[in-house]
C-alpha cells in the first residue's frame, strides 16, 4: 500500500502514542469474558478482558501485556472500539480488520468507521508483523468463542 507523503508518518505517530499511552490498560477483576493471547514466535502476549452490560454490550474492557509496539498499540486501538458494541459487532469489526490485514481496501467510509485503527494498515507493508497486529483481534475472537460455549 502506497500512502501519500506524510501519511506514513501520521500512522506511525498514531501507533507510537497507543504504544506509550495504552487506553484502557489494566485488568478486570470481574471480567464476563477472558482469553489470553501469546505469540510464541516473538513473545508479544495480550491478555484481554470484557464486561458485558445488562443488555449484553460490551460496557467494561481492559487489557495487559507486553510485546512490540504493533502488538500494544493495535490491542489498544481494539478496545477503544469495542465499548458499547454486541458480540455479533465485536465479530464483525473482527472480520473487518483481518480482512484489511489480508489485502482487503478499505473505503472512505469504512476508514472513518475504523478510526485509528486504520493507522494499522501500514502493517501490511511488513508481512512478518501482521501477526503482532492480529495477537489482540484473535485474542477476542477466542474469548467471544469461549464465552459462546459456555453460554450457549
Known amino acids: 500500500m502506497q500512502t501519500p507523503d506524510g501519511l506514513d508518518d501520521l500512522y506511525q505517530e498514531?501507533?507510537?502514542?497507543?504504544?506509550?499511552?495504552?487506553?484502557n490498560k489494566g485488568t478486570l477483576a470481574h471480567a464476563d469474558l477472558r482469553s489470553e493471547g501469546f505469540n510464541p514466535f516473538c513473545g508479544d502476549q495480550v491478555i484481554l478482558g470484557?464486561?458485558?452490560?445488562?443488555?449484553?454490550?460490551?460496557?467494561?474492557v481492559a487489557f495487559e501485556g507486553q510485546g512490540c509496539s504493533i502488538?500494544?498499540?493495535?490491542?489498544?486501538?481494539?478496545?477503544?472500539?469495542l465499548k458499547g458494541m454486541?458480540?455479533?459487532?465485536?465479530?464483525?469489526?473482527?472480520?473487518?480488520?483481518?480482512?484489511?490485514?489480508?489485502?482487503?481496501?478499505?473505503?472512505?467510509?469504512?476508514?472513518e468507521e475504523l478510526g485509528e485503527i486504520a493507522a494499522l494498515q501500514g502493517v501490511r507493508q511488513f508481512p512478518i508483523r501482521i501477526k503482532c497486529a492480529l495477537l489482540?483481534?484473535?485474542?477476542?475472537?477466542?474469548?467471544?468463542?469461549?464465552y459462546r460455549k459456555t453460554h450457549a
Do not use: C, N
Open 71 to 81: 502488538s500494544q498499540a493495535s490491542a489498544s486501538m481494539l478496545t477503544g472500539q
Open 50 to 60: 470484557l464486561g458485558l452490560g445488562a443488555d449484553g454490550r460490551i460496557d467494561e
Open 86 to 111: 454486541s458480540l455479533d459487532e465485536a465479530e464483525a469489526l473482527v472480520k473487518t480488520f483481518k480482512g484489511i490485514m489480508a489485502g482487503d481496501e478499505l473505503s472512505d467510509e469504512q476508514e
Open 14 to 23: 498514531i501507533i507510537i502514542d497507543h504504544y506509550k499511552s495504552p487506553r
Open 136 to 146: 489482540g483481534w484473535t485474542t477476542l475472537q477466542d474469548a467471544i468463542a469461549e
